[in-house]
């Protein structure tokens, strides 16, 4: 739907900028976006950086980070629980004090588990940790690379029900159709990443070559708008260029504008023609999503690192 076309959906994802990640951080928020995306795993991103960024910015910006287990930083660990727990609080009190701004009390929109652990218990241990901190030194809490039944098994065992679901939208995962849909009948928020990276086709296909030039705009932010027409869905932009940027959140706006105004008719015909490359069902024809019953956490994503 065109209601769903905002750039408060489009997120700025910081992984590998490195050394430039502060500087990329403050332009983006210069430009207009307000929400910025990172990690506490050093391999990819500059947790710090985007804690520089933010304050040379000193706009409301939206901070979302995550947290990494130890065995994903490629360390050895001990696998003991307690270890889990500490790692959990080291990993939030360092977001926390990077993401301080002046003399304010620091806290954090969202924290995602970067991707689920070995086993549920384990999983469940960092989760239930993490829910210490919310509501007031953390807002929400979320999962990446997660599997339905993974983010369904999670919801079913939590005080804090995860709010969002981060992971990469392409055709090798069926476009998470099953998952999407849960997350919209739950009132979960999905994000993707991989959106532009993974989809070449898609993303310069006929469909939304013609809704960029009905519009009036460029192709990627059509693309990205034709994505969160899908419902549900916030998309991480992870360009390094100004220009880019402000065009994206621009063009963006465009698309919305232009969908609900003279070119709705010719949007939703677009929509309904990108919802059948992803493998969308129409809505009147299609089931309540449904949780798998496995009871191992193999099938989770643990590829896909952002």
Known sequence: MAQHITTANLIYGTAWKKHRTASLVYAALRCGFRAIDSAAHPEHYDEAGVGDGLRRAVVEGIIQTKFTSPD????????????????????????????????QEPYIDTILLHTPLSTLQQTLVVWRELEKYVPHQVRR????????????RLHDRVRVHPSVVQNPFHHH????????????????????FWTLTANPDLAHSPVVARVADLAGVQLVPAYYSLVMGLGGIAVLDGTTREAHMMIDLEHVDAV???????GAADWMKA???????????????????RCSS?????????AGQL
């Open 72 to 103: 994903q930083h490629d360390t050895k660990w001990d696998d003991a629980l307690e270890s889990l727990q500490e790692e959990v609080h080291k990993s939030v009190s360092s977001s926390l004090q990077r993401f301080a701004v002046f003399d």
């Open 141 to 152: 809490l979320g999962i990446c690379n997660a599997s339905l039944d993974v983010v369904c």
């Open 173 to 192: 995962q069926g476009f998470d159709v099953e998952l999407r849909r849960y997350c919209r009948d739950n009132d979960l928020l999905y994000q993707s």
């Open 256 to 262: 919305r504008r232009w969908a609900l105004g003279h």
């Open 271 to 289: 929509l309904d023609d990108f919802k059948a490359m992803v493998g969308e069902v129409p809505e009147a024809m299609r089931r309540p999503s």
């Open 294 to 302: 496995g009871t191992a956490l193999a099938s989770s994503l643990k």
